[in-house]
C-alpha cells in the first residue's frame, strides 16, 4: 500500500456542511493527488500537490479546495457538500524517482444527503 | 489535451479464456502508459507500466501489455482467465513533466464466469 492512509474511511454528511478528508503518506513522497471516482468517468483528478504548499487545480476542482502544510500530509476540503460531491475520493503519491507510478491510498467513500 | 478510451465497459471472460483489455490514448508526447487493477472496496494496484525500452511489458499476475506507437495503444493481455482476475482495470496515460498527472480511461469491469 506505499504507506498510504486516508481518513475517514467512510462518511456521511448533509448538503451545505463542509467536511475535509485527509490523507497521510509515510514514504516522503513529493507529488500527492486527489482523484474522485464515479461510475462511468474512471478516476478524474481534483487537485495535486507538487511541495509542501505548492498545490494546482485538476479538470475537476470546482468545489473543492486543498492544502499542504507537512509532506506527509494532503488535505481535501468540500467547502459546502452538494449531492454532485457524493463520490469515493482516493489519494495517491510518487516519489520523485524514474518510477513515475502512482500509489493510492484505499479510498473514502462520502455520502453527501 | 490527453484522453483515454477503454474500450468495453464490461468484459466477460470464461476461465482459462483469454483476457484482453483494449486501451487507446491520444497524447501530443510520447507518453508513460500504465495499467492498474481494482478489488472491490480498494484502491488501485499497479499491474504493469510503460514509460521507455522494451515495448512489451510484463506485470504481475501473468499480465502483460504491448505499447504500439503507431497505433496509440497499450493493450492489456493475460493468456489464461483465474476466477481471481475478476475486478475492474484502468489503464492510464501520463506525459511526461506533467507533474505526474495521470488521465484515467473509464474502467472495464472483468467477469470471470466457471
Known amino acids: 500500500d506505499a504507506g498510504i492512509t486516508q481518513s475517514p474511511r467512510h462518511k456521511v454528511t448533509e448538503t451545505g456542511t463542509p467536511v475535509t478528508l485527509r490523507c497521510h503518506q509515510t514514504?516522503?513522497?513529493?507529488?500527492m493527488y486527489w482523484y474522485r471516482q464515479d461510475p462511468g468517468h474512471g478516476l478524474r483528478l481534483i487537485h495535486y500537490?507538487?511541495?509542501?504548499?505548492?498545490?494546482d487545480k485538476g479538470e475537476v476542482s470546482d468545489g473543492y479546495s486543498v492544502s499542504r502544510s507537512k509532506t506527509e500530509d494532503f488535505l481535501l476540503t468540500l467547502e459546502s457538500a452538494t449531492s454532485s460531491q457524493t463520490s469515493v475520493y482516493f489519494c495517491?503519491?510518487?516519489?520523485?524517482?524514474?518510477?513515475?507510478?502512482?500509489?493510492f491510498g484505499p479510498g473514502t467513500r462520502l455520502t453527501v444527503t | 489535451a490527453q484522453s483515454v478510451t477503454q474500450l468495453g465497459s464490461h468484459v466477460s471472460v470464461s476461465e482459462g479464456a483469454l483476457v484482453l483489455l483494449r486501451c487507446n490514448y491520444s497524447?501530443?508526447?510520447?507518453?508513460?502508459l500504465f495499467w492498474y487493477v481494482q478489488y472491490p472496496n480498494q484502491g488501485l494496484q499497479l499491474l504493469l507500466k510503460y514509460t521507455t525500452g522494451a515495448t512489451l511489458v510484463k506485470g504481475i499476475n501473468g499480465f502483460e501489455a504491448e505499447f504500439k506507437k503507431s497505433e496509440t495503444s497499450f493493450h492489456l493481455t493475460k493468456p489464461s482467465a483465474h476466477m481471481s482476475d475478476a475486478a475492474e482495470y484502468f489503464c492510464?496515460?501520463?506525459?511526461?513533466?506533467?507533474?505526474?498527472?495521470?488521465?484515467f480511461g473509464a474502467g472495464t469491469q472483468v467477469v470471470v464466469t466457471p
Open positions: 497524447s501530443s508526447v510520447p507518453p508513460y
Open positions: 514514504e516522503n513522497h513529493r507529488y
Open positions: 492510464a496515460v501520463s506525459e511526461p513533466d506533467s507533474w505526474g498527472k495521470f488521465q
Open positions: 500537490s507538487y511541495g509542501v504548499k505548492d498545490t
Open positions: 495517491a503519491a510518487r516519489g520523485t524517482g524514474a518510477s513515475y507510478e502512482q500509489y
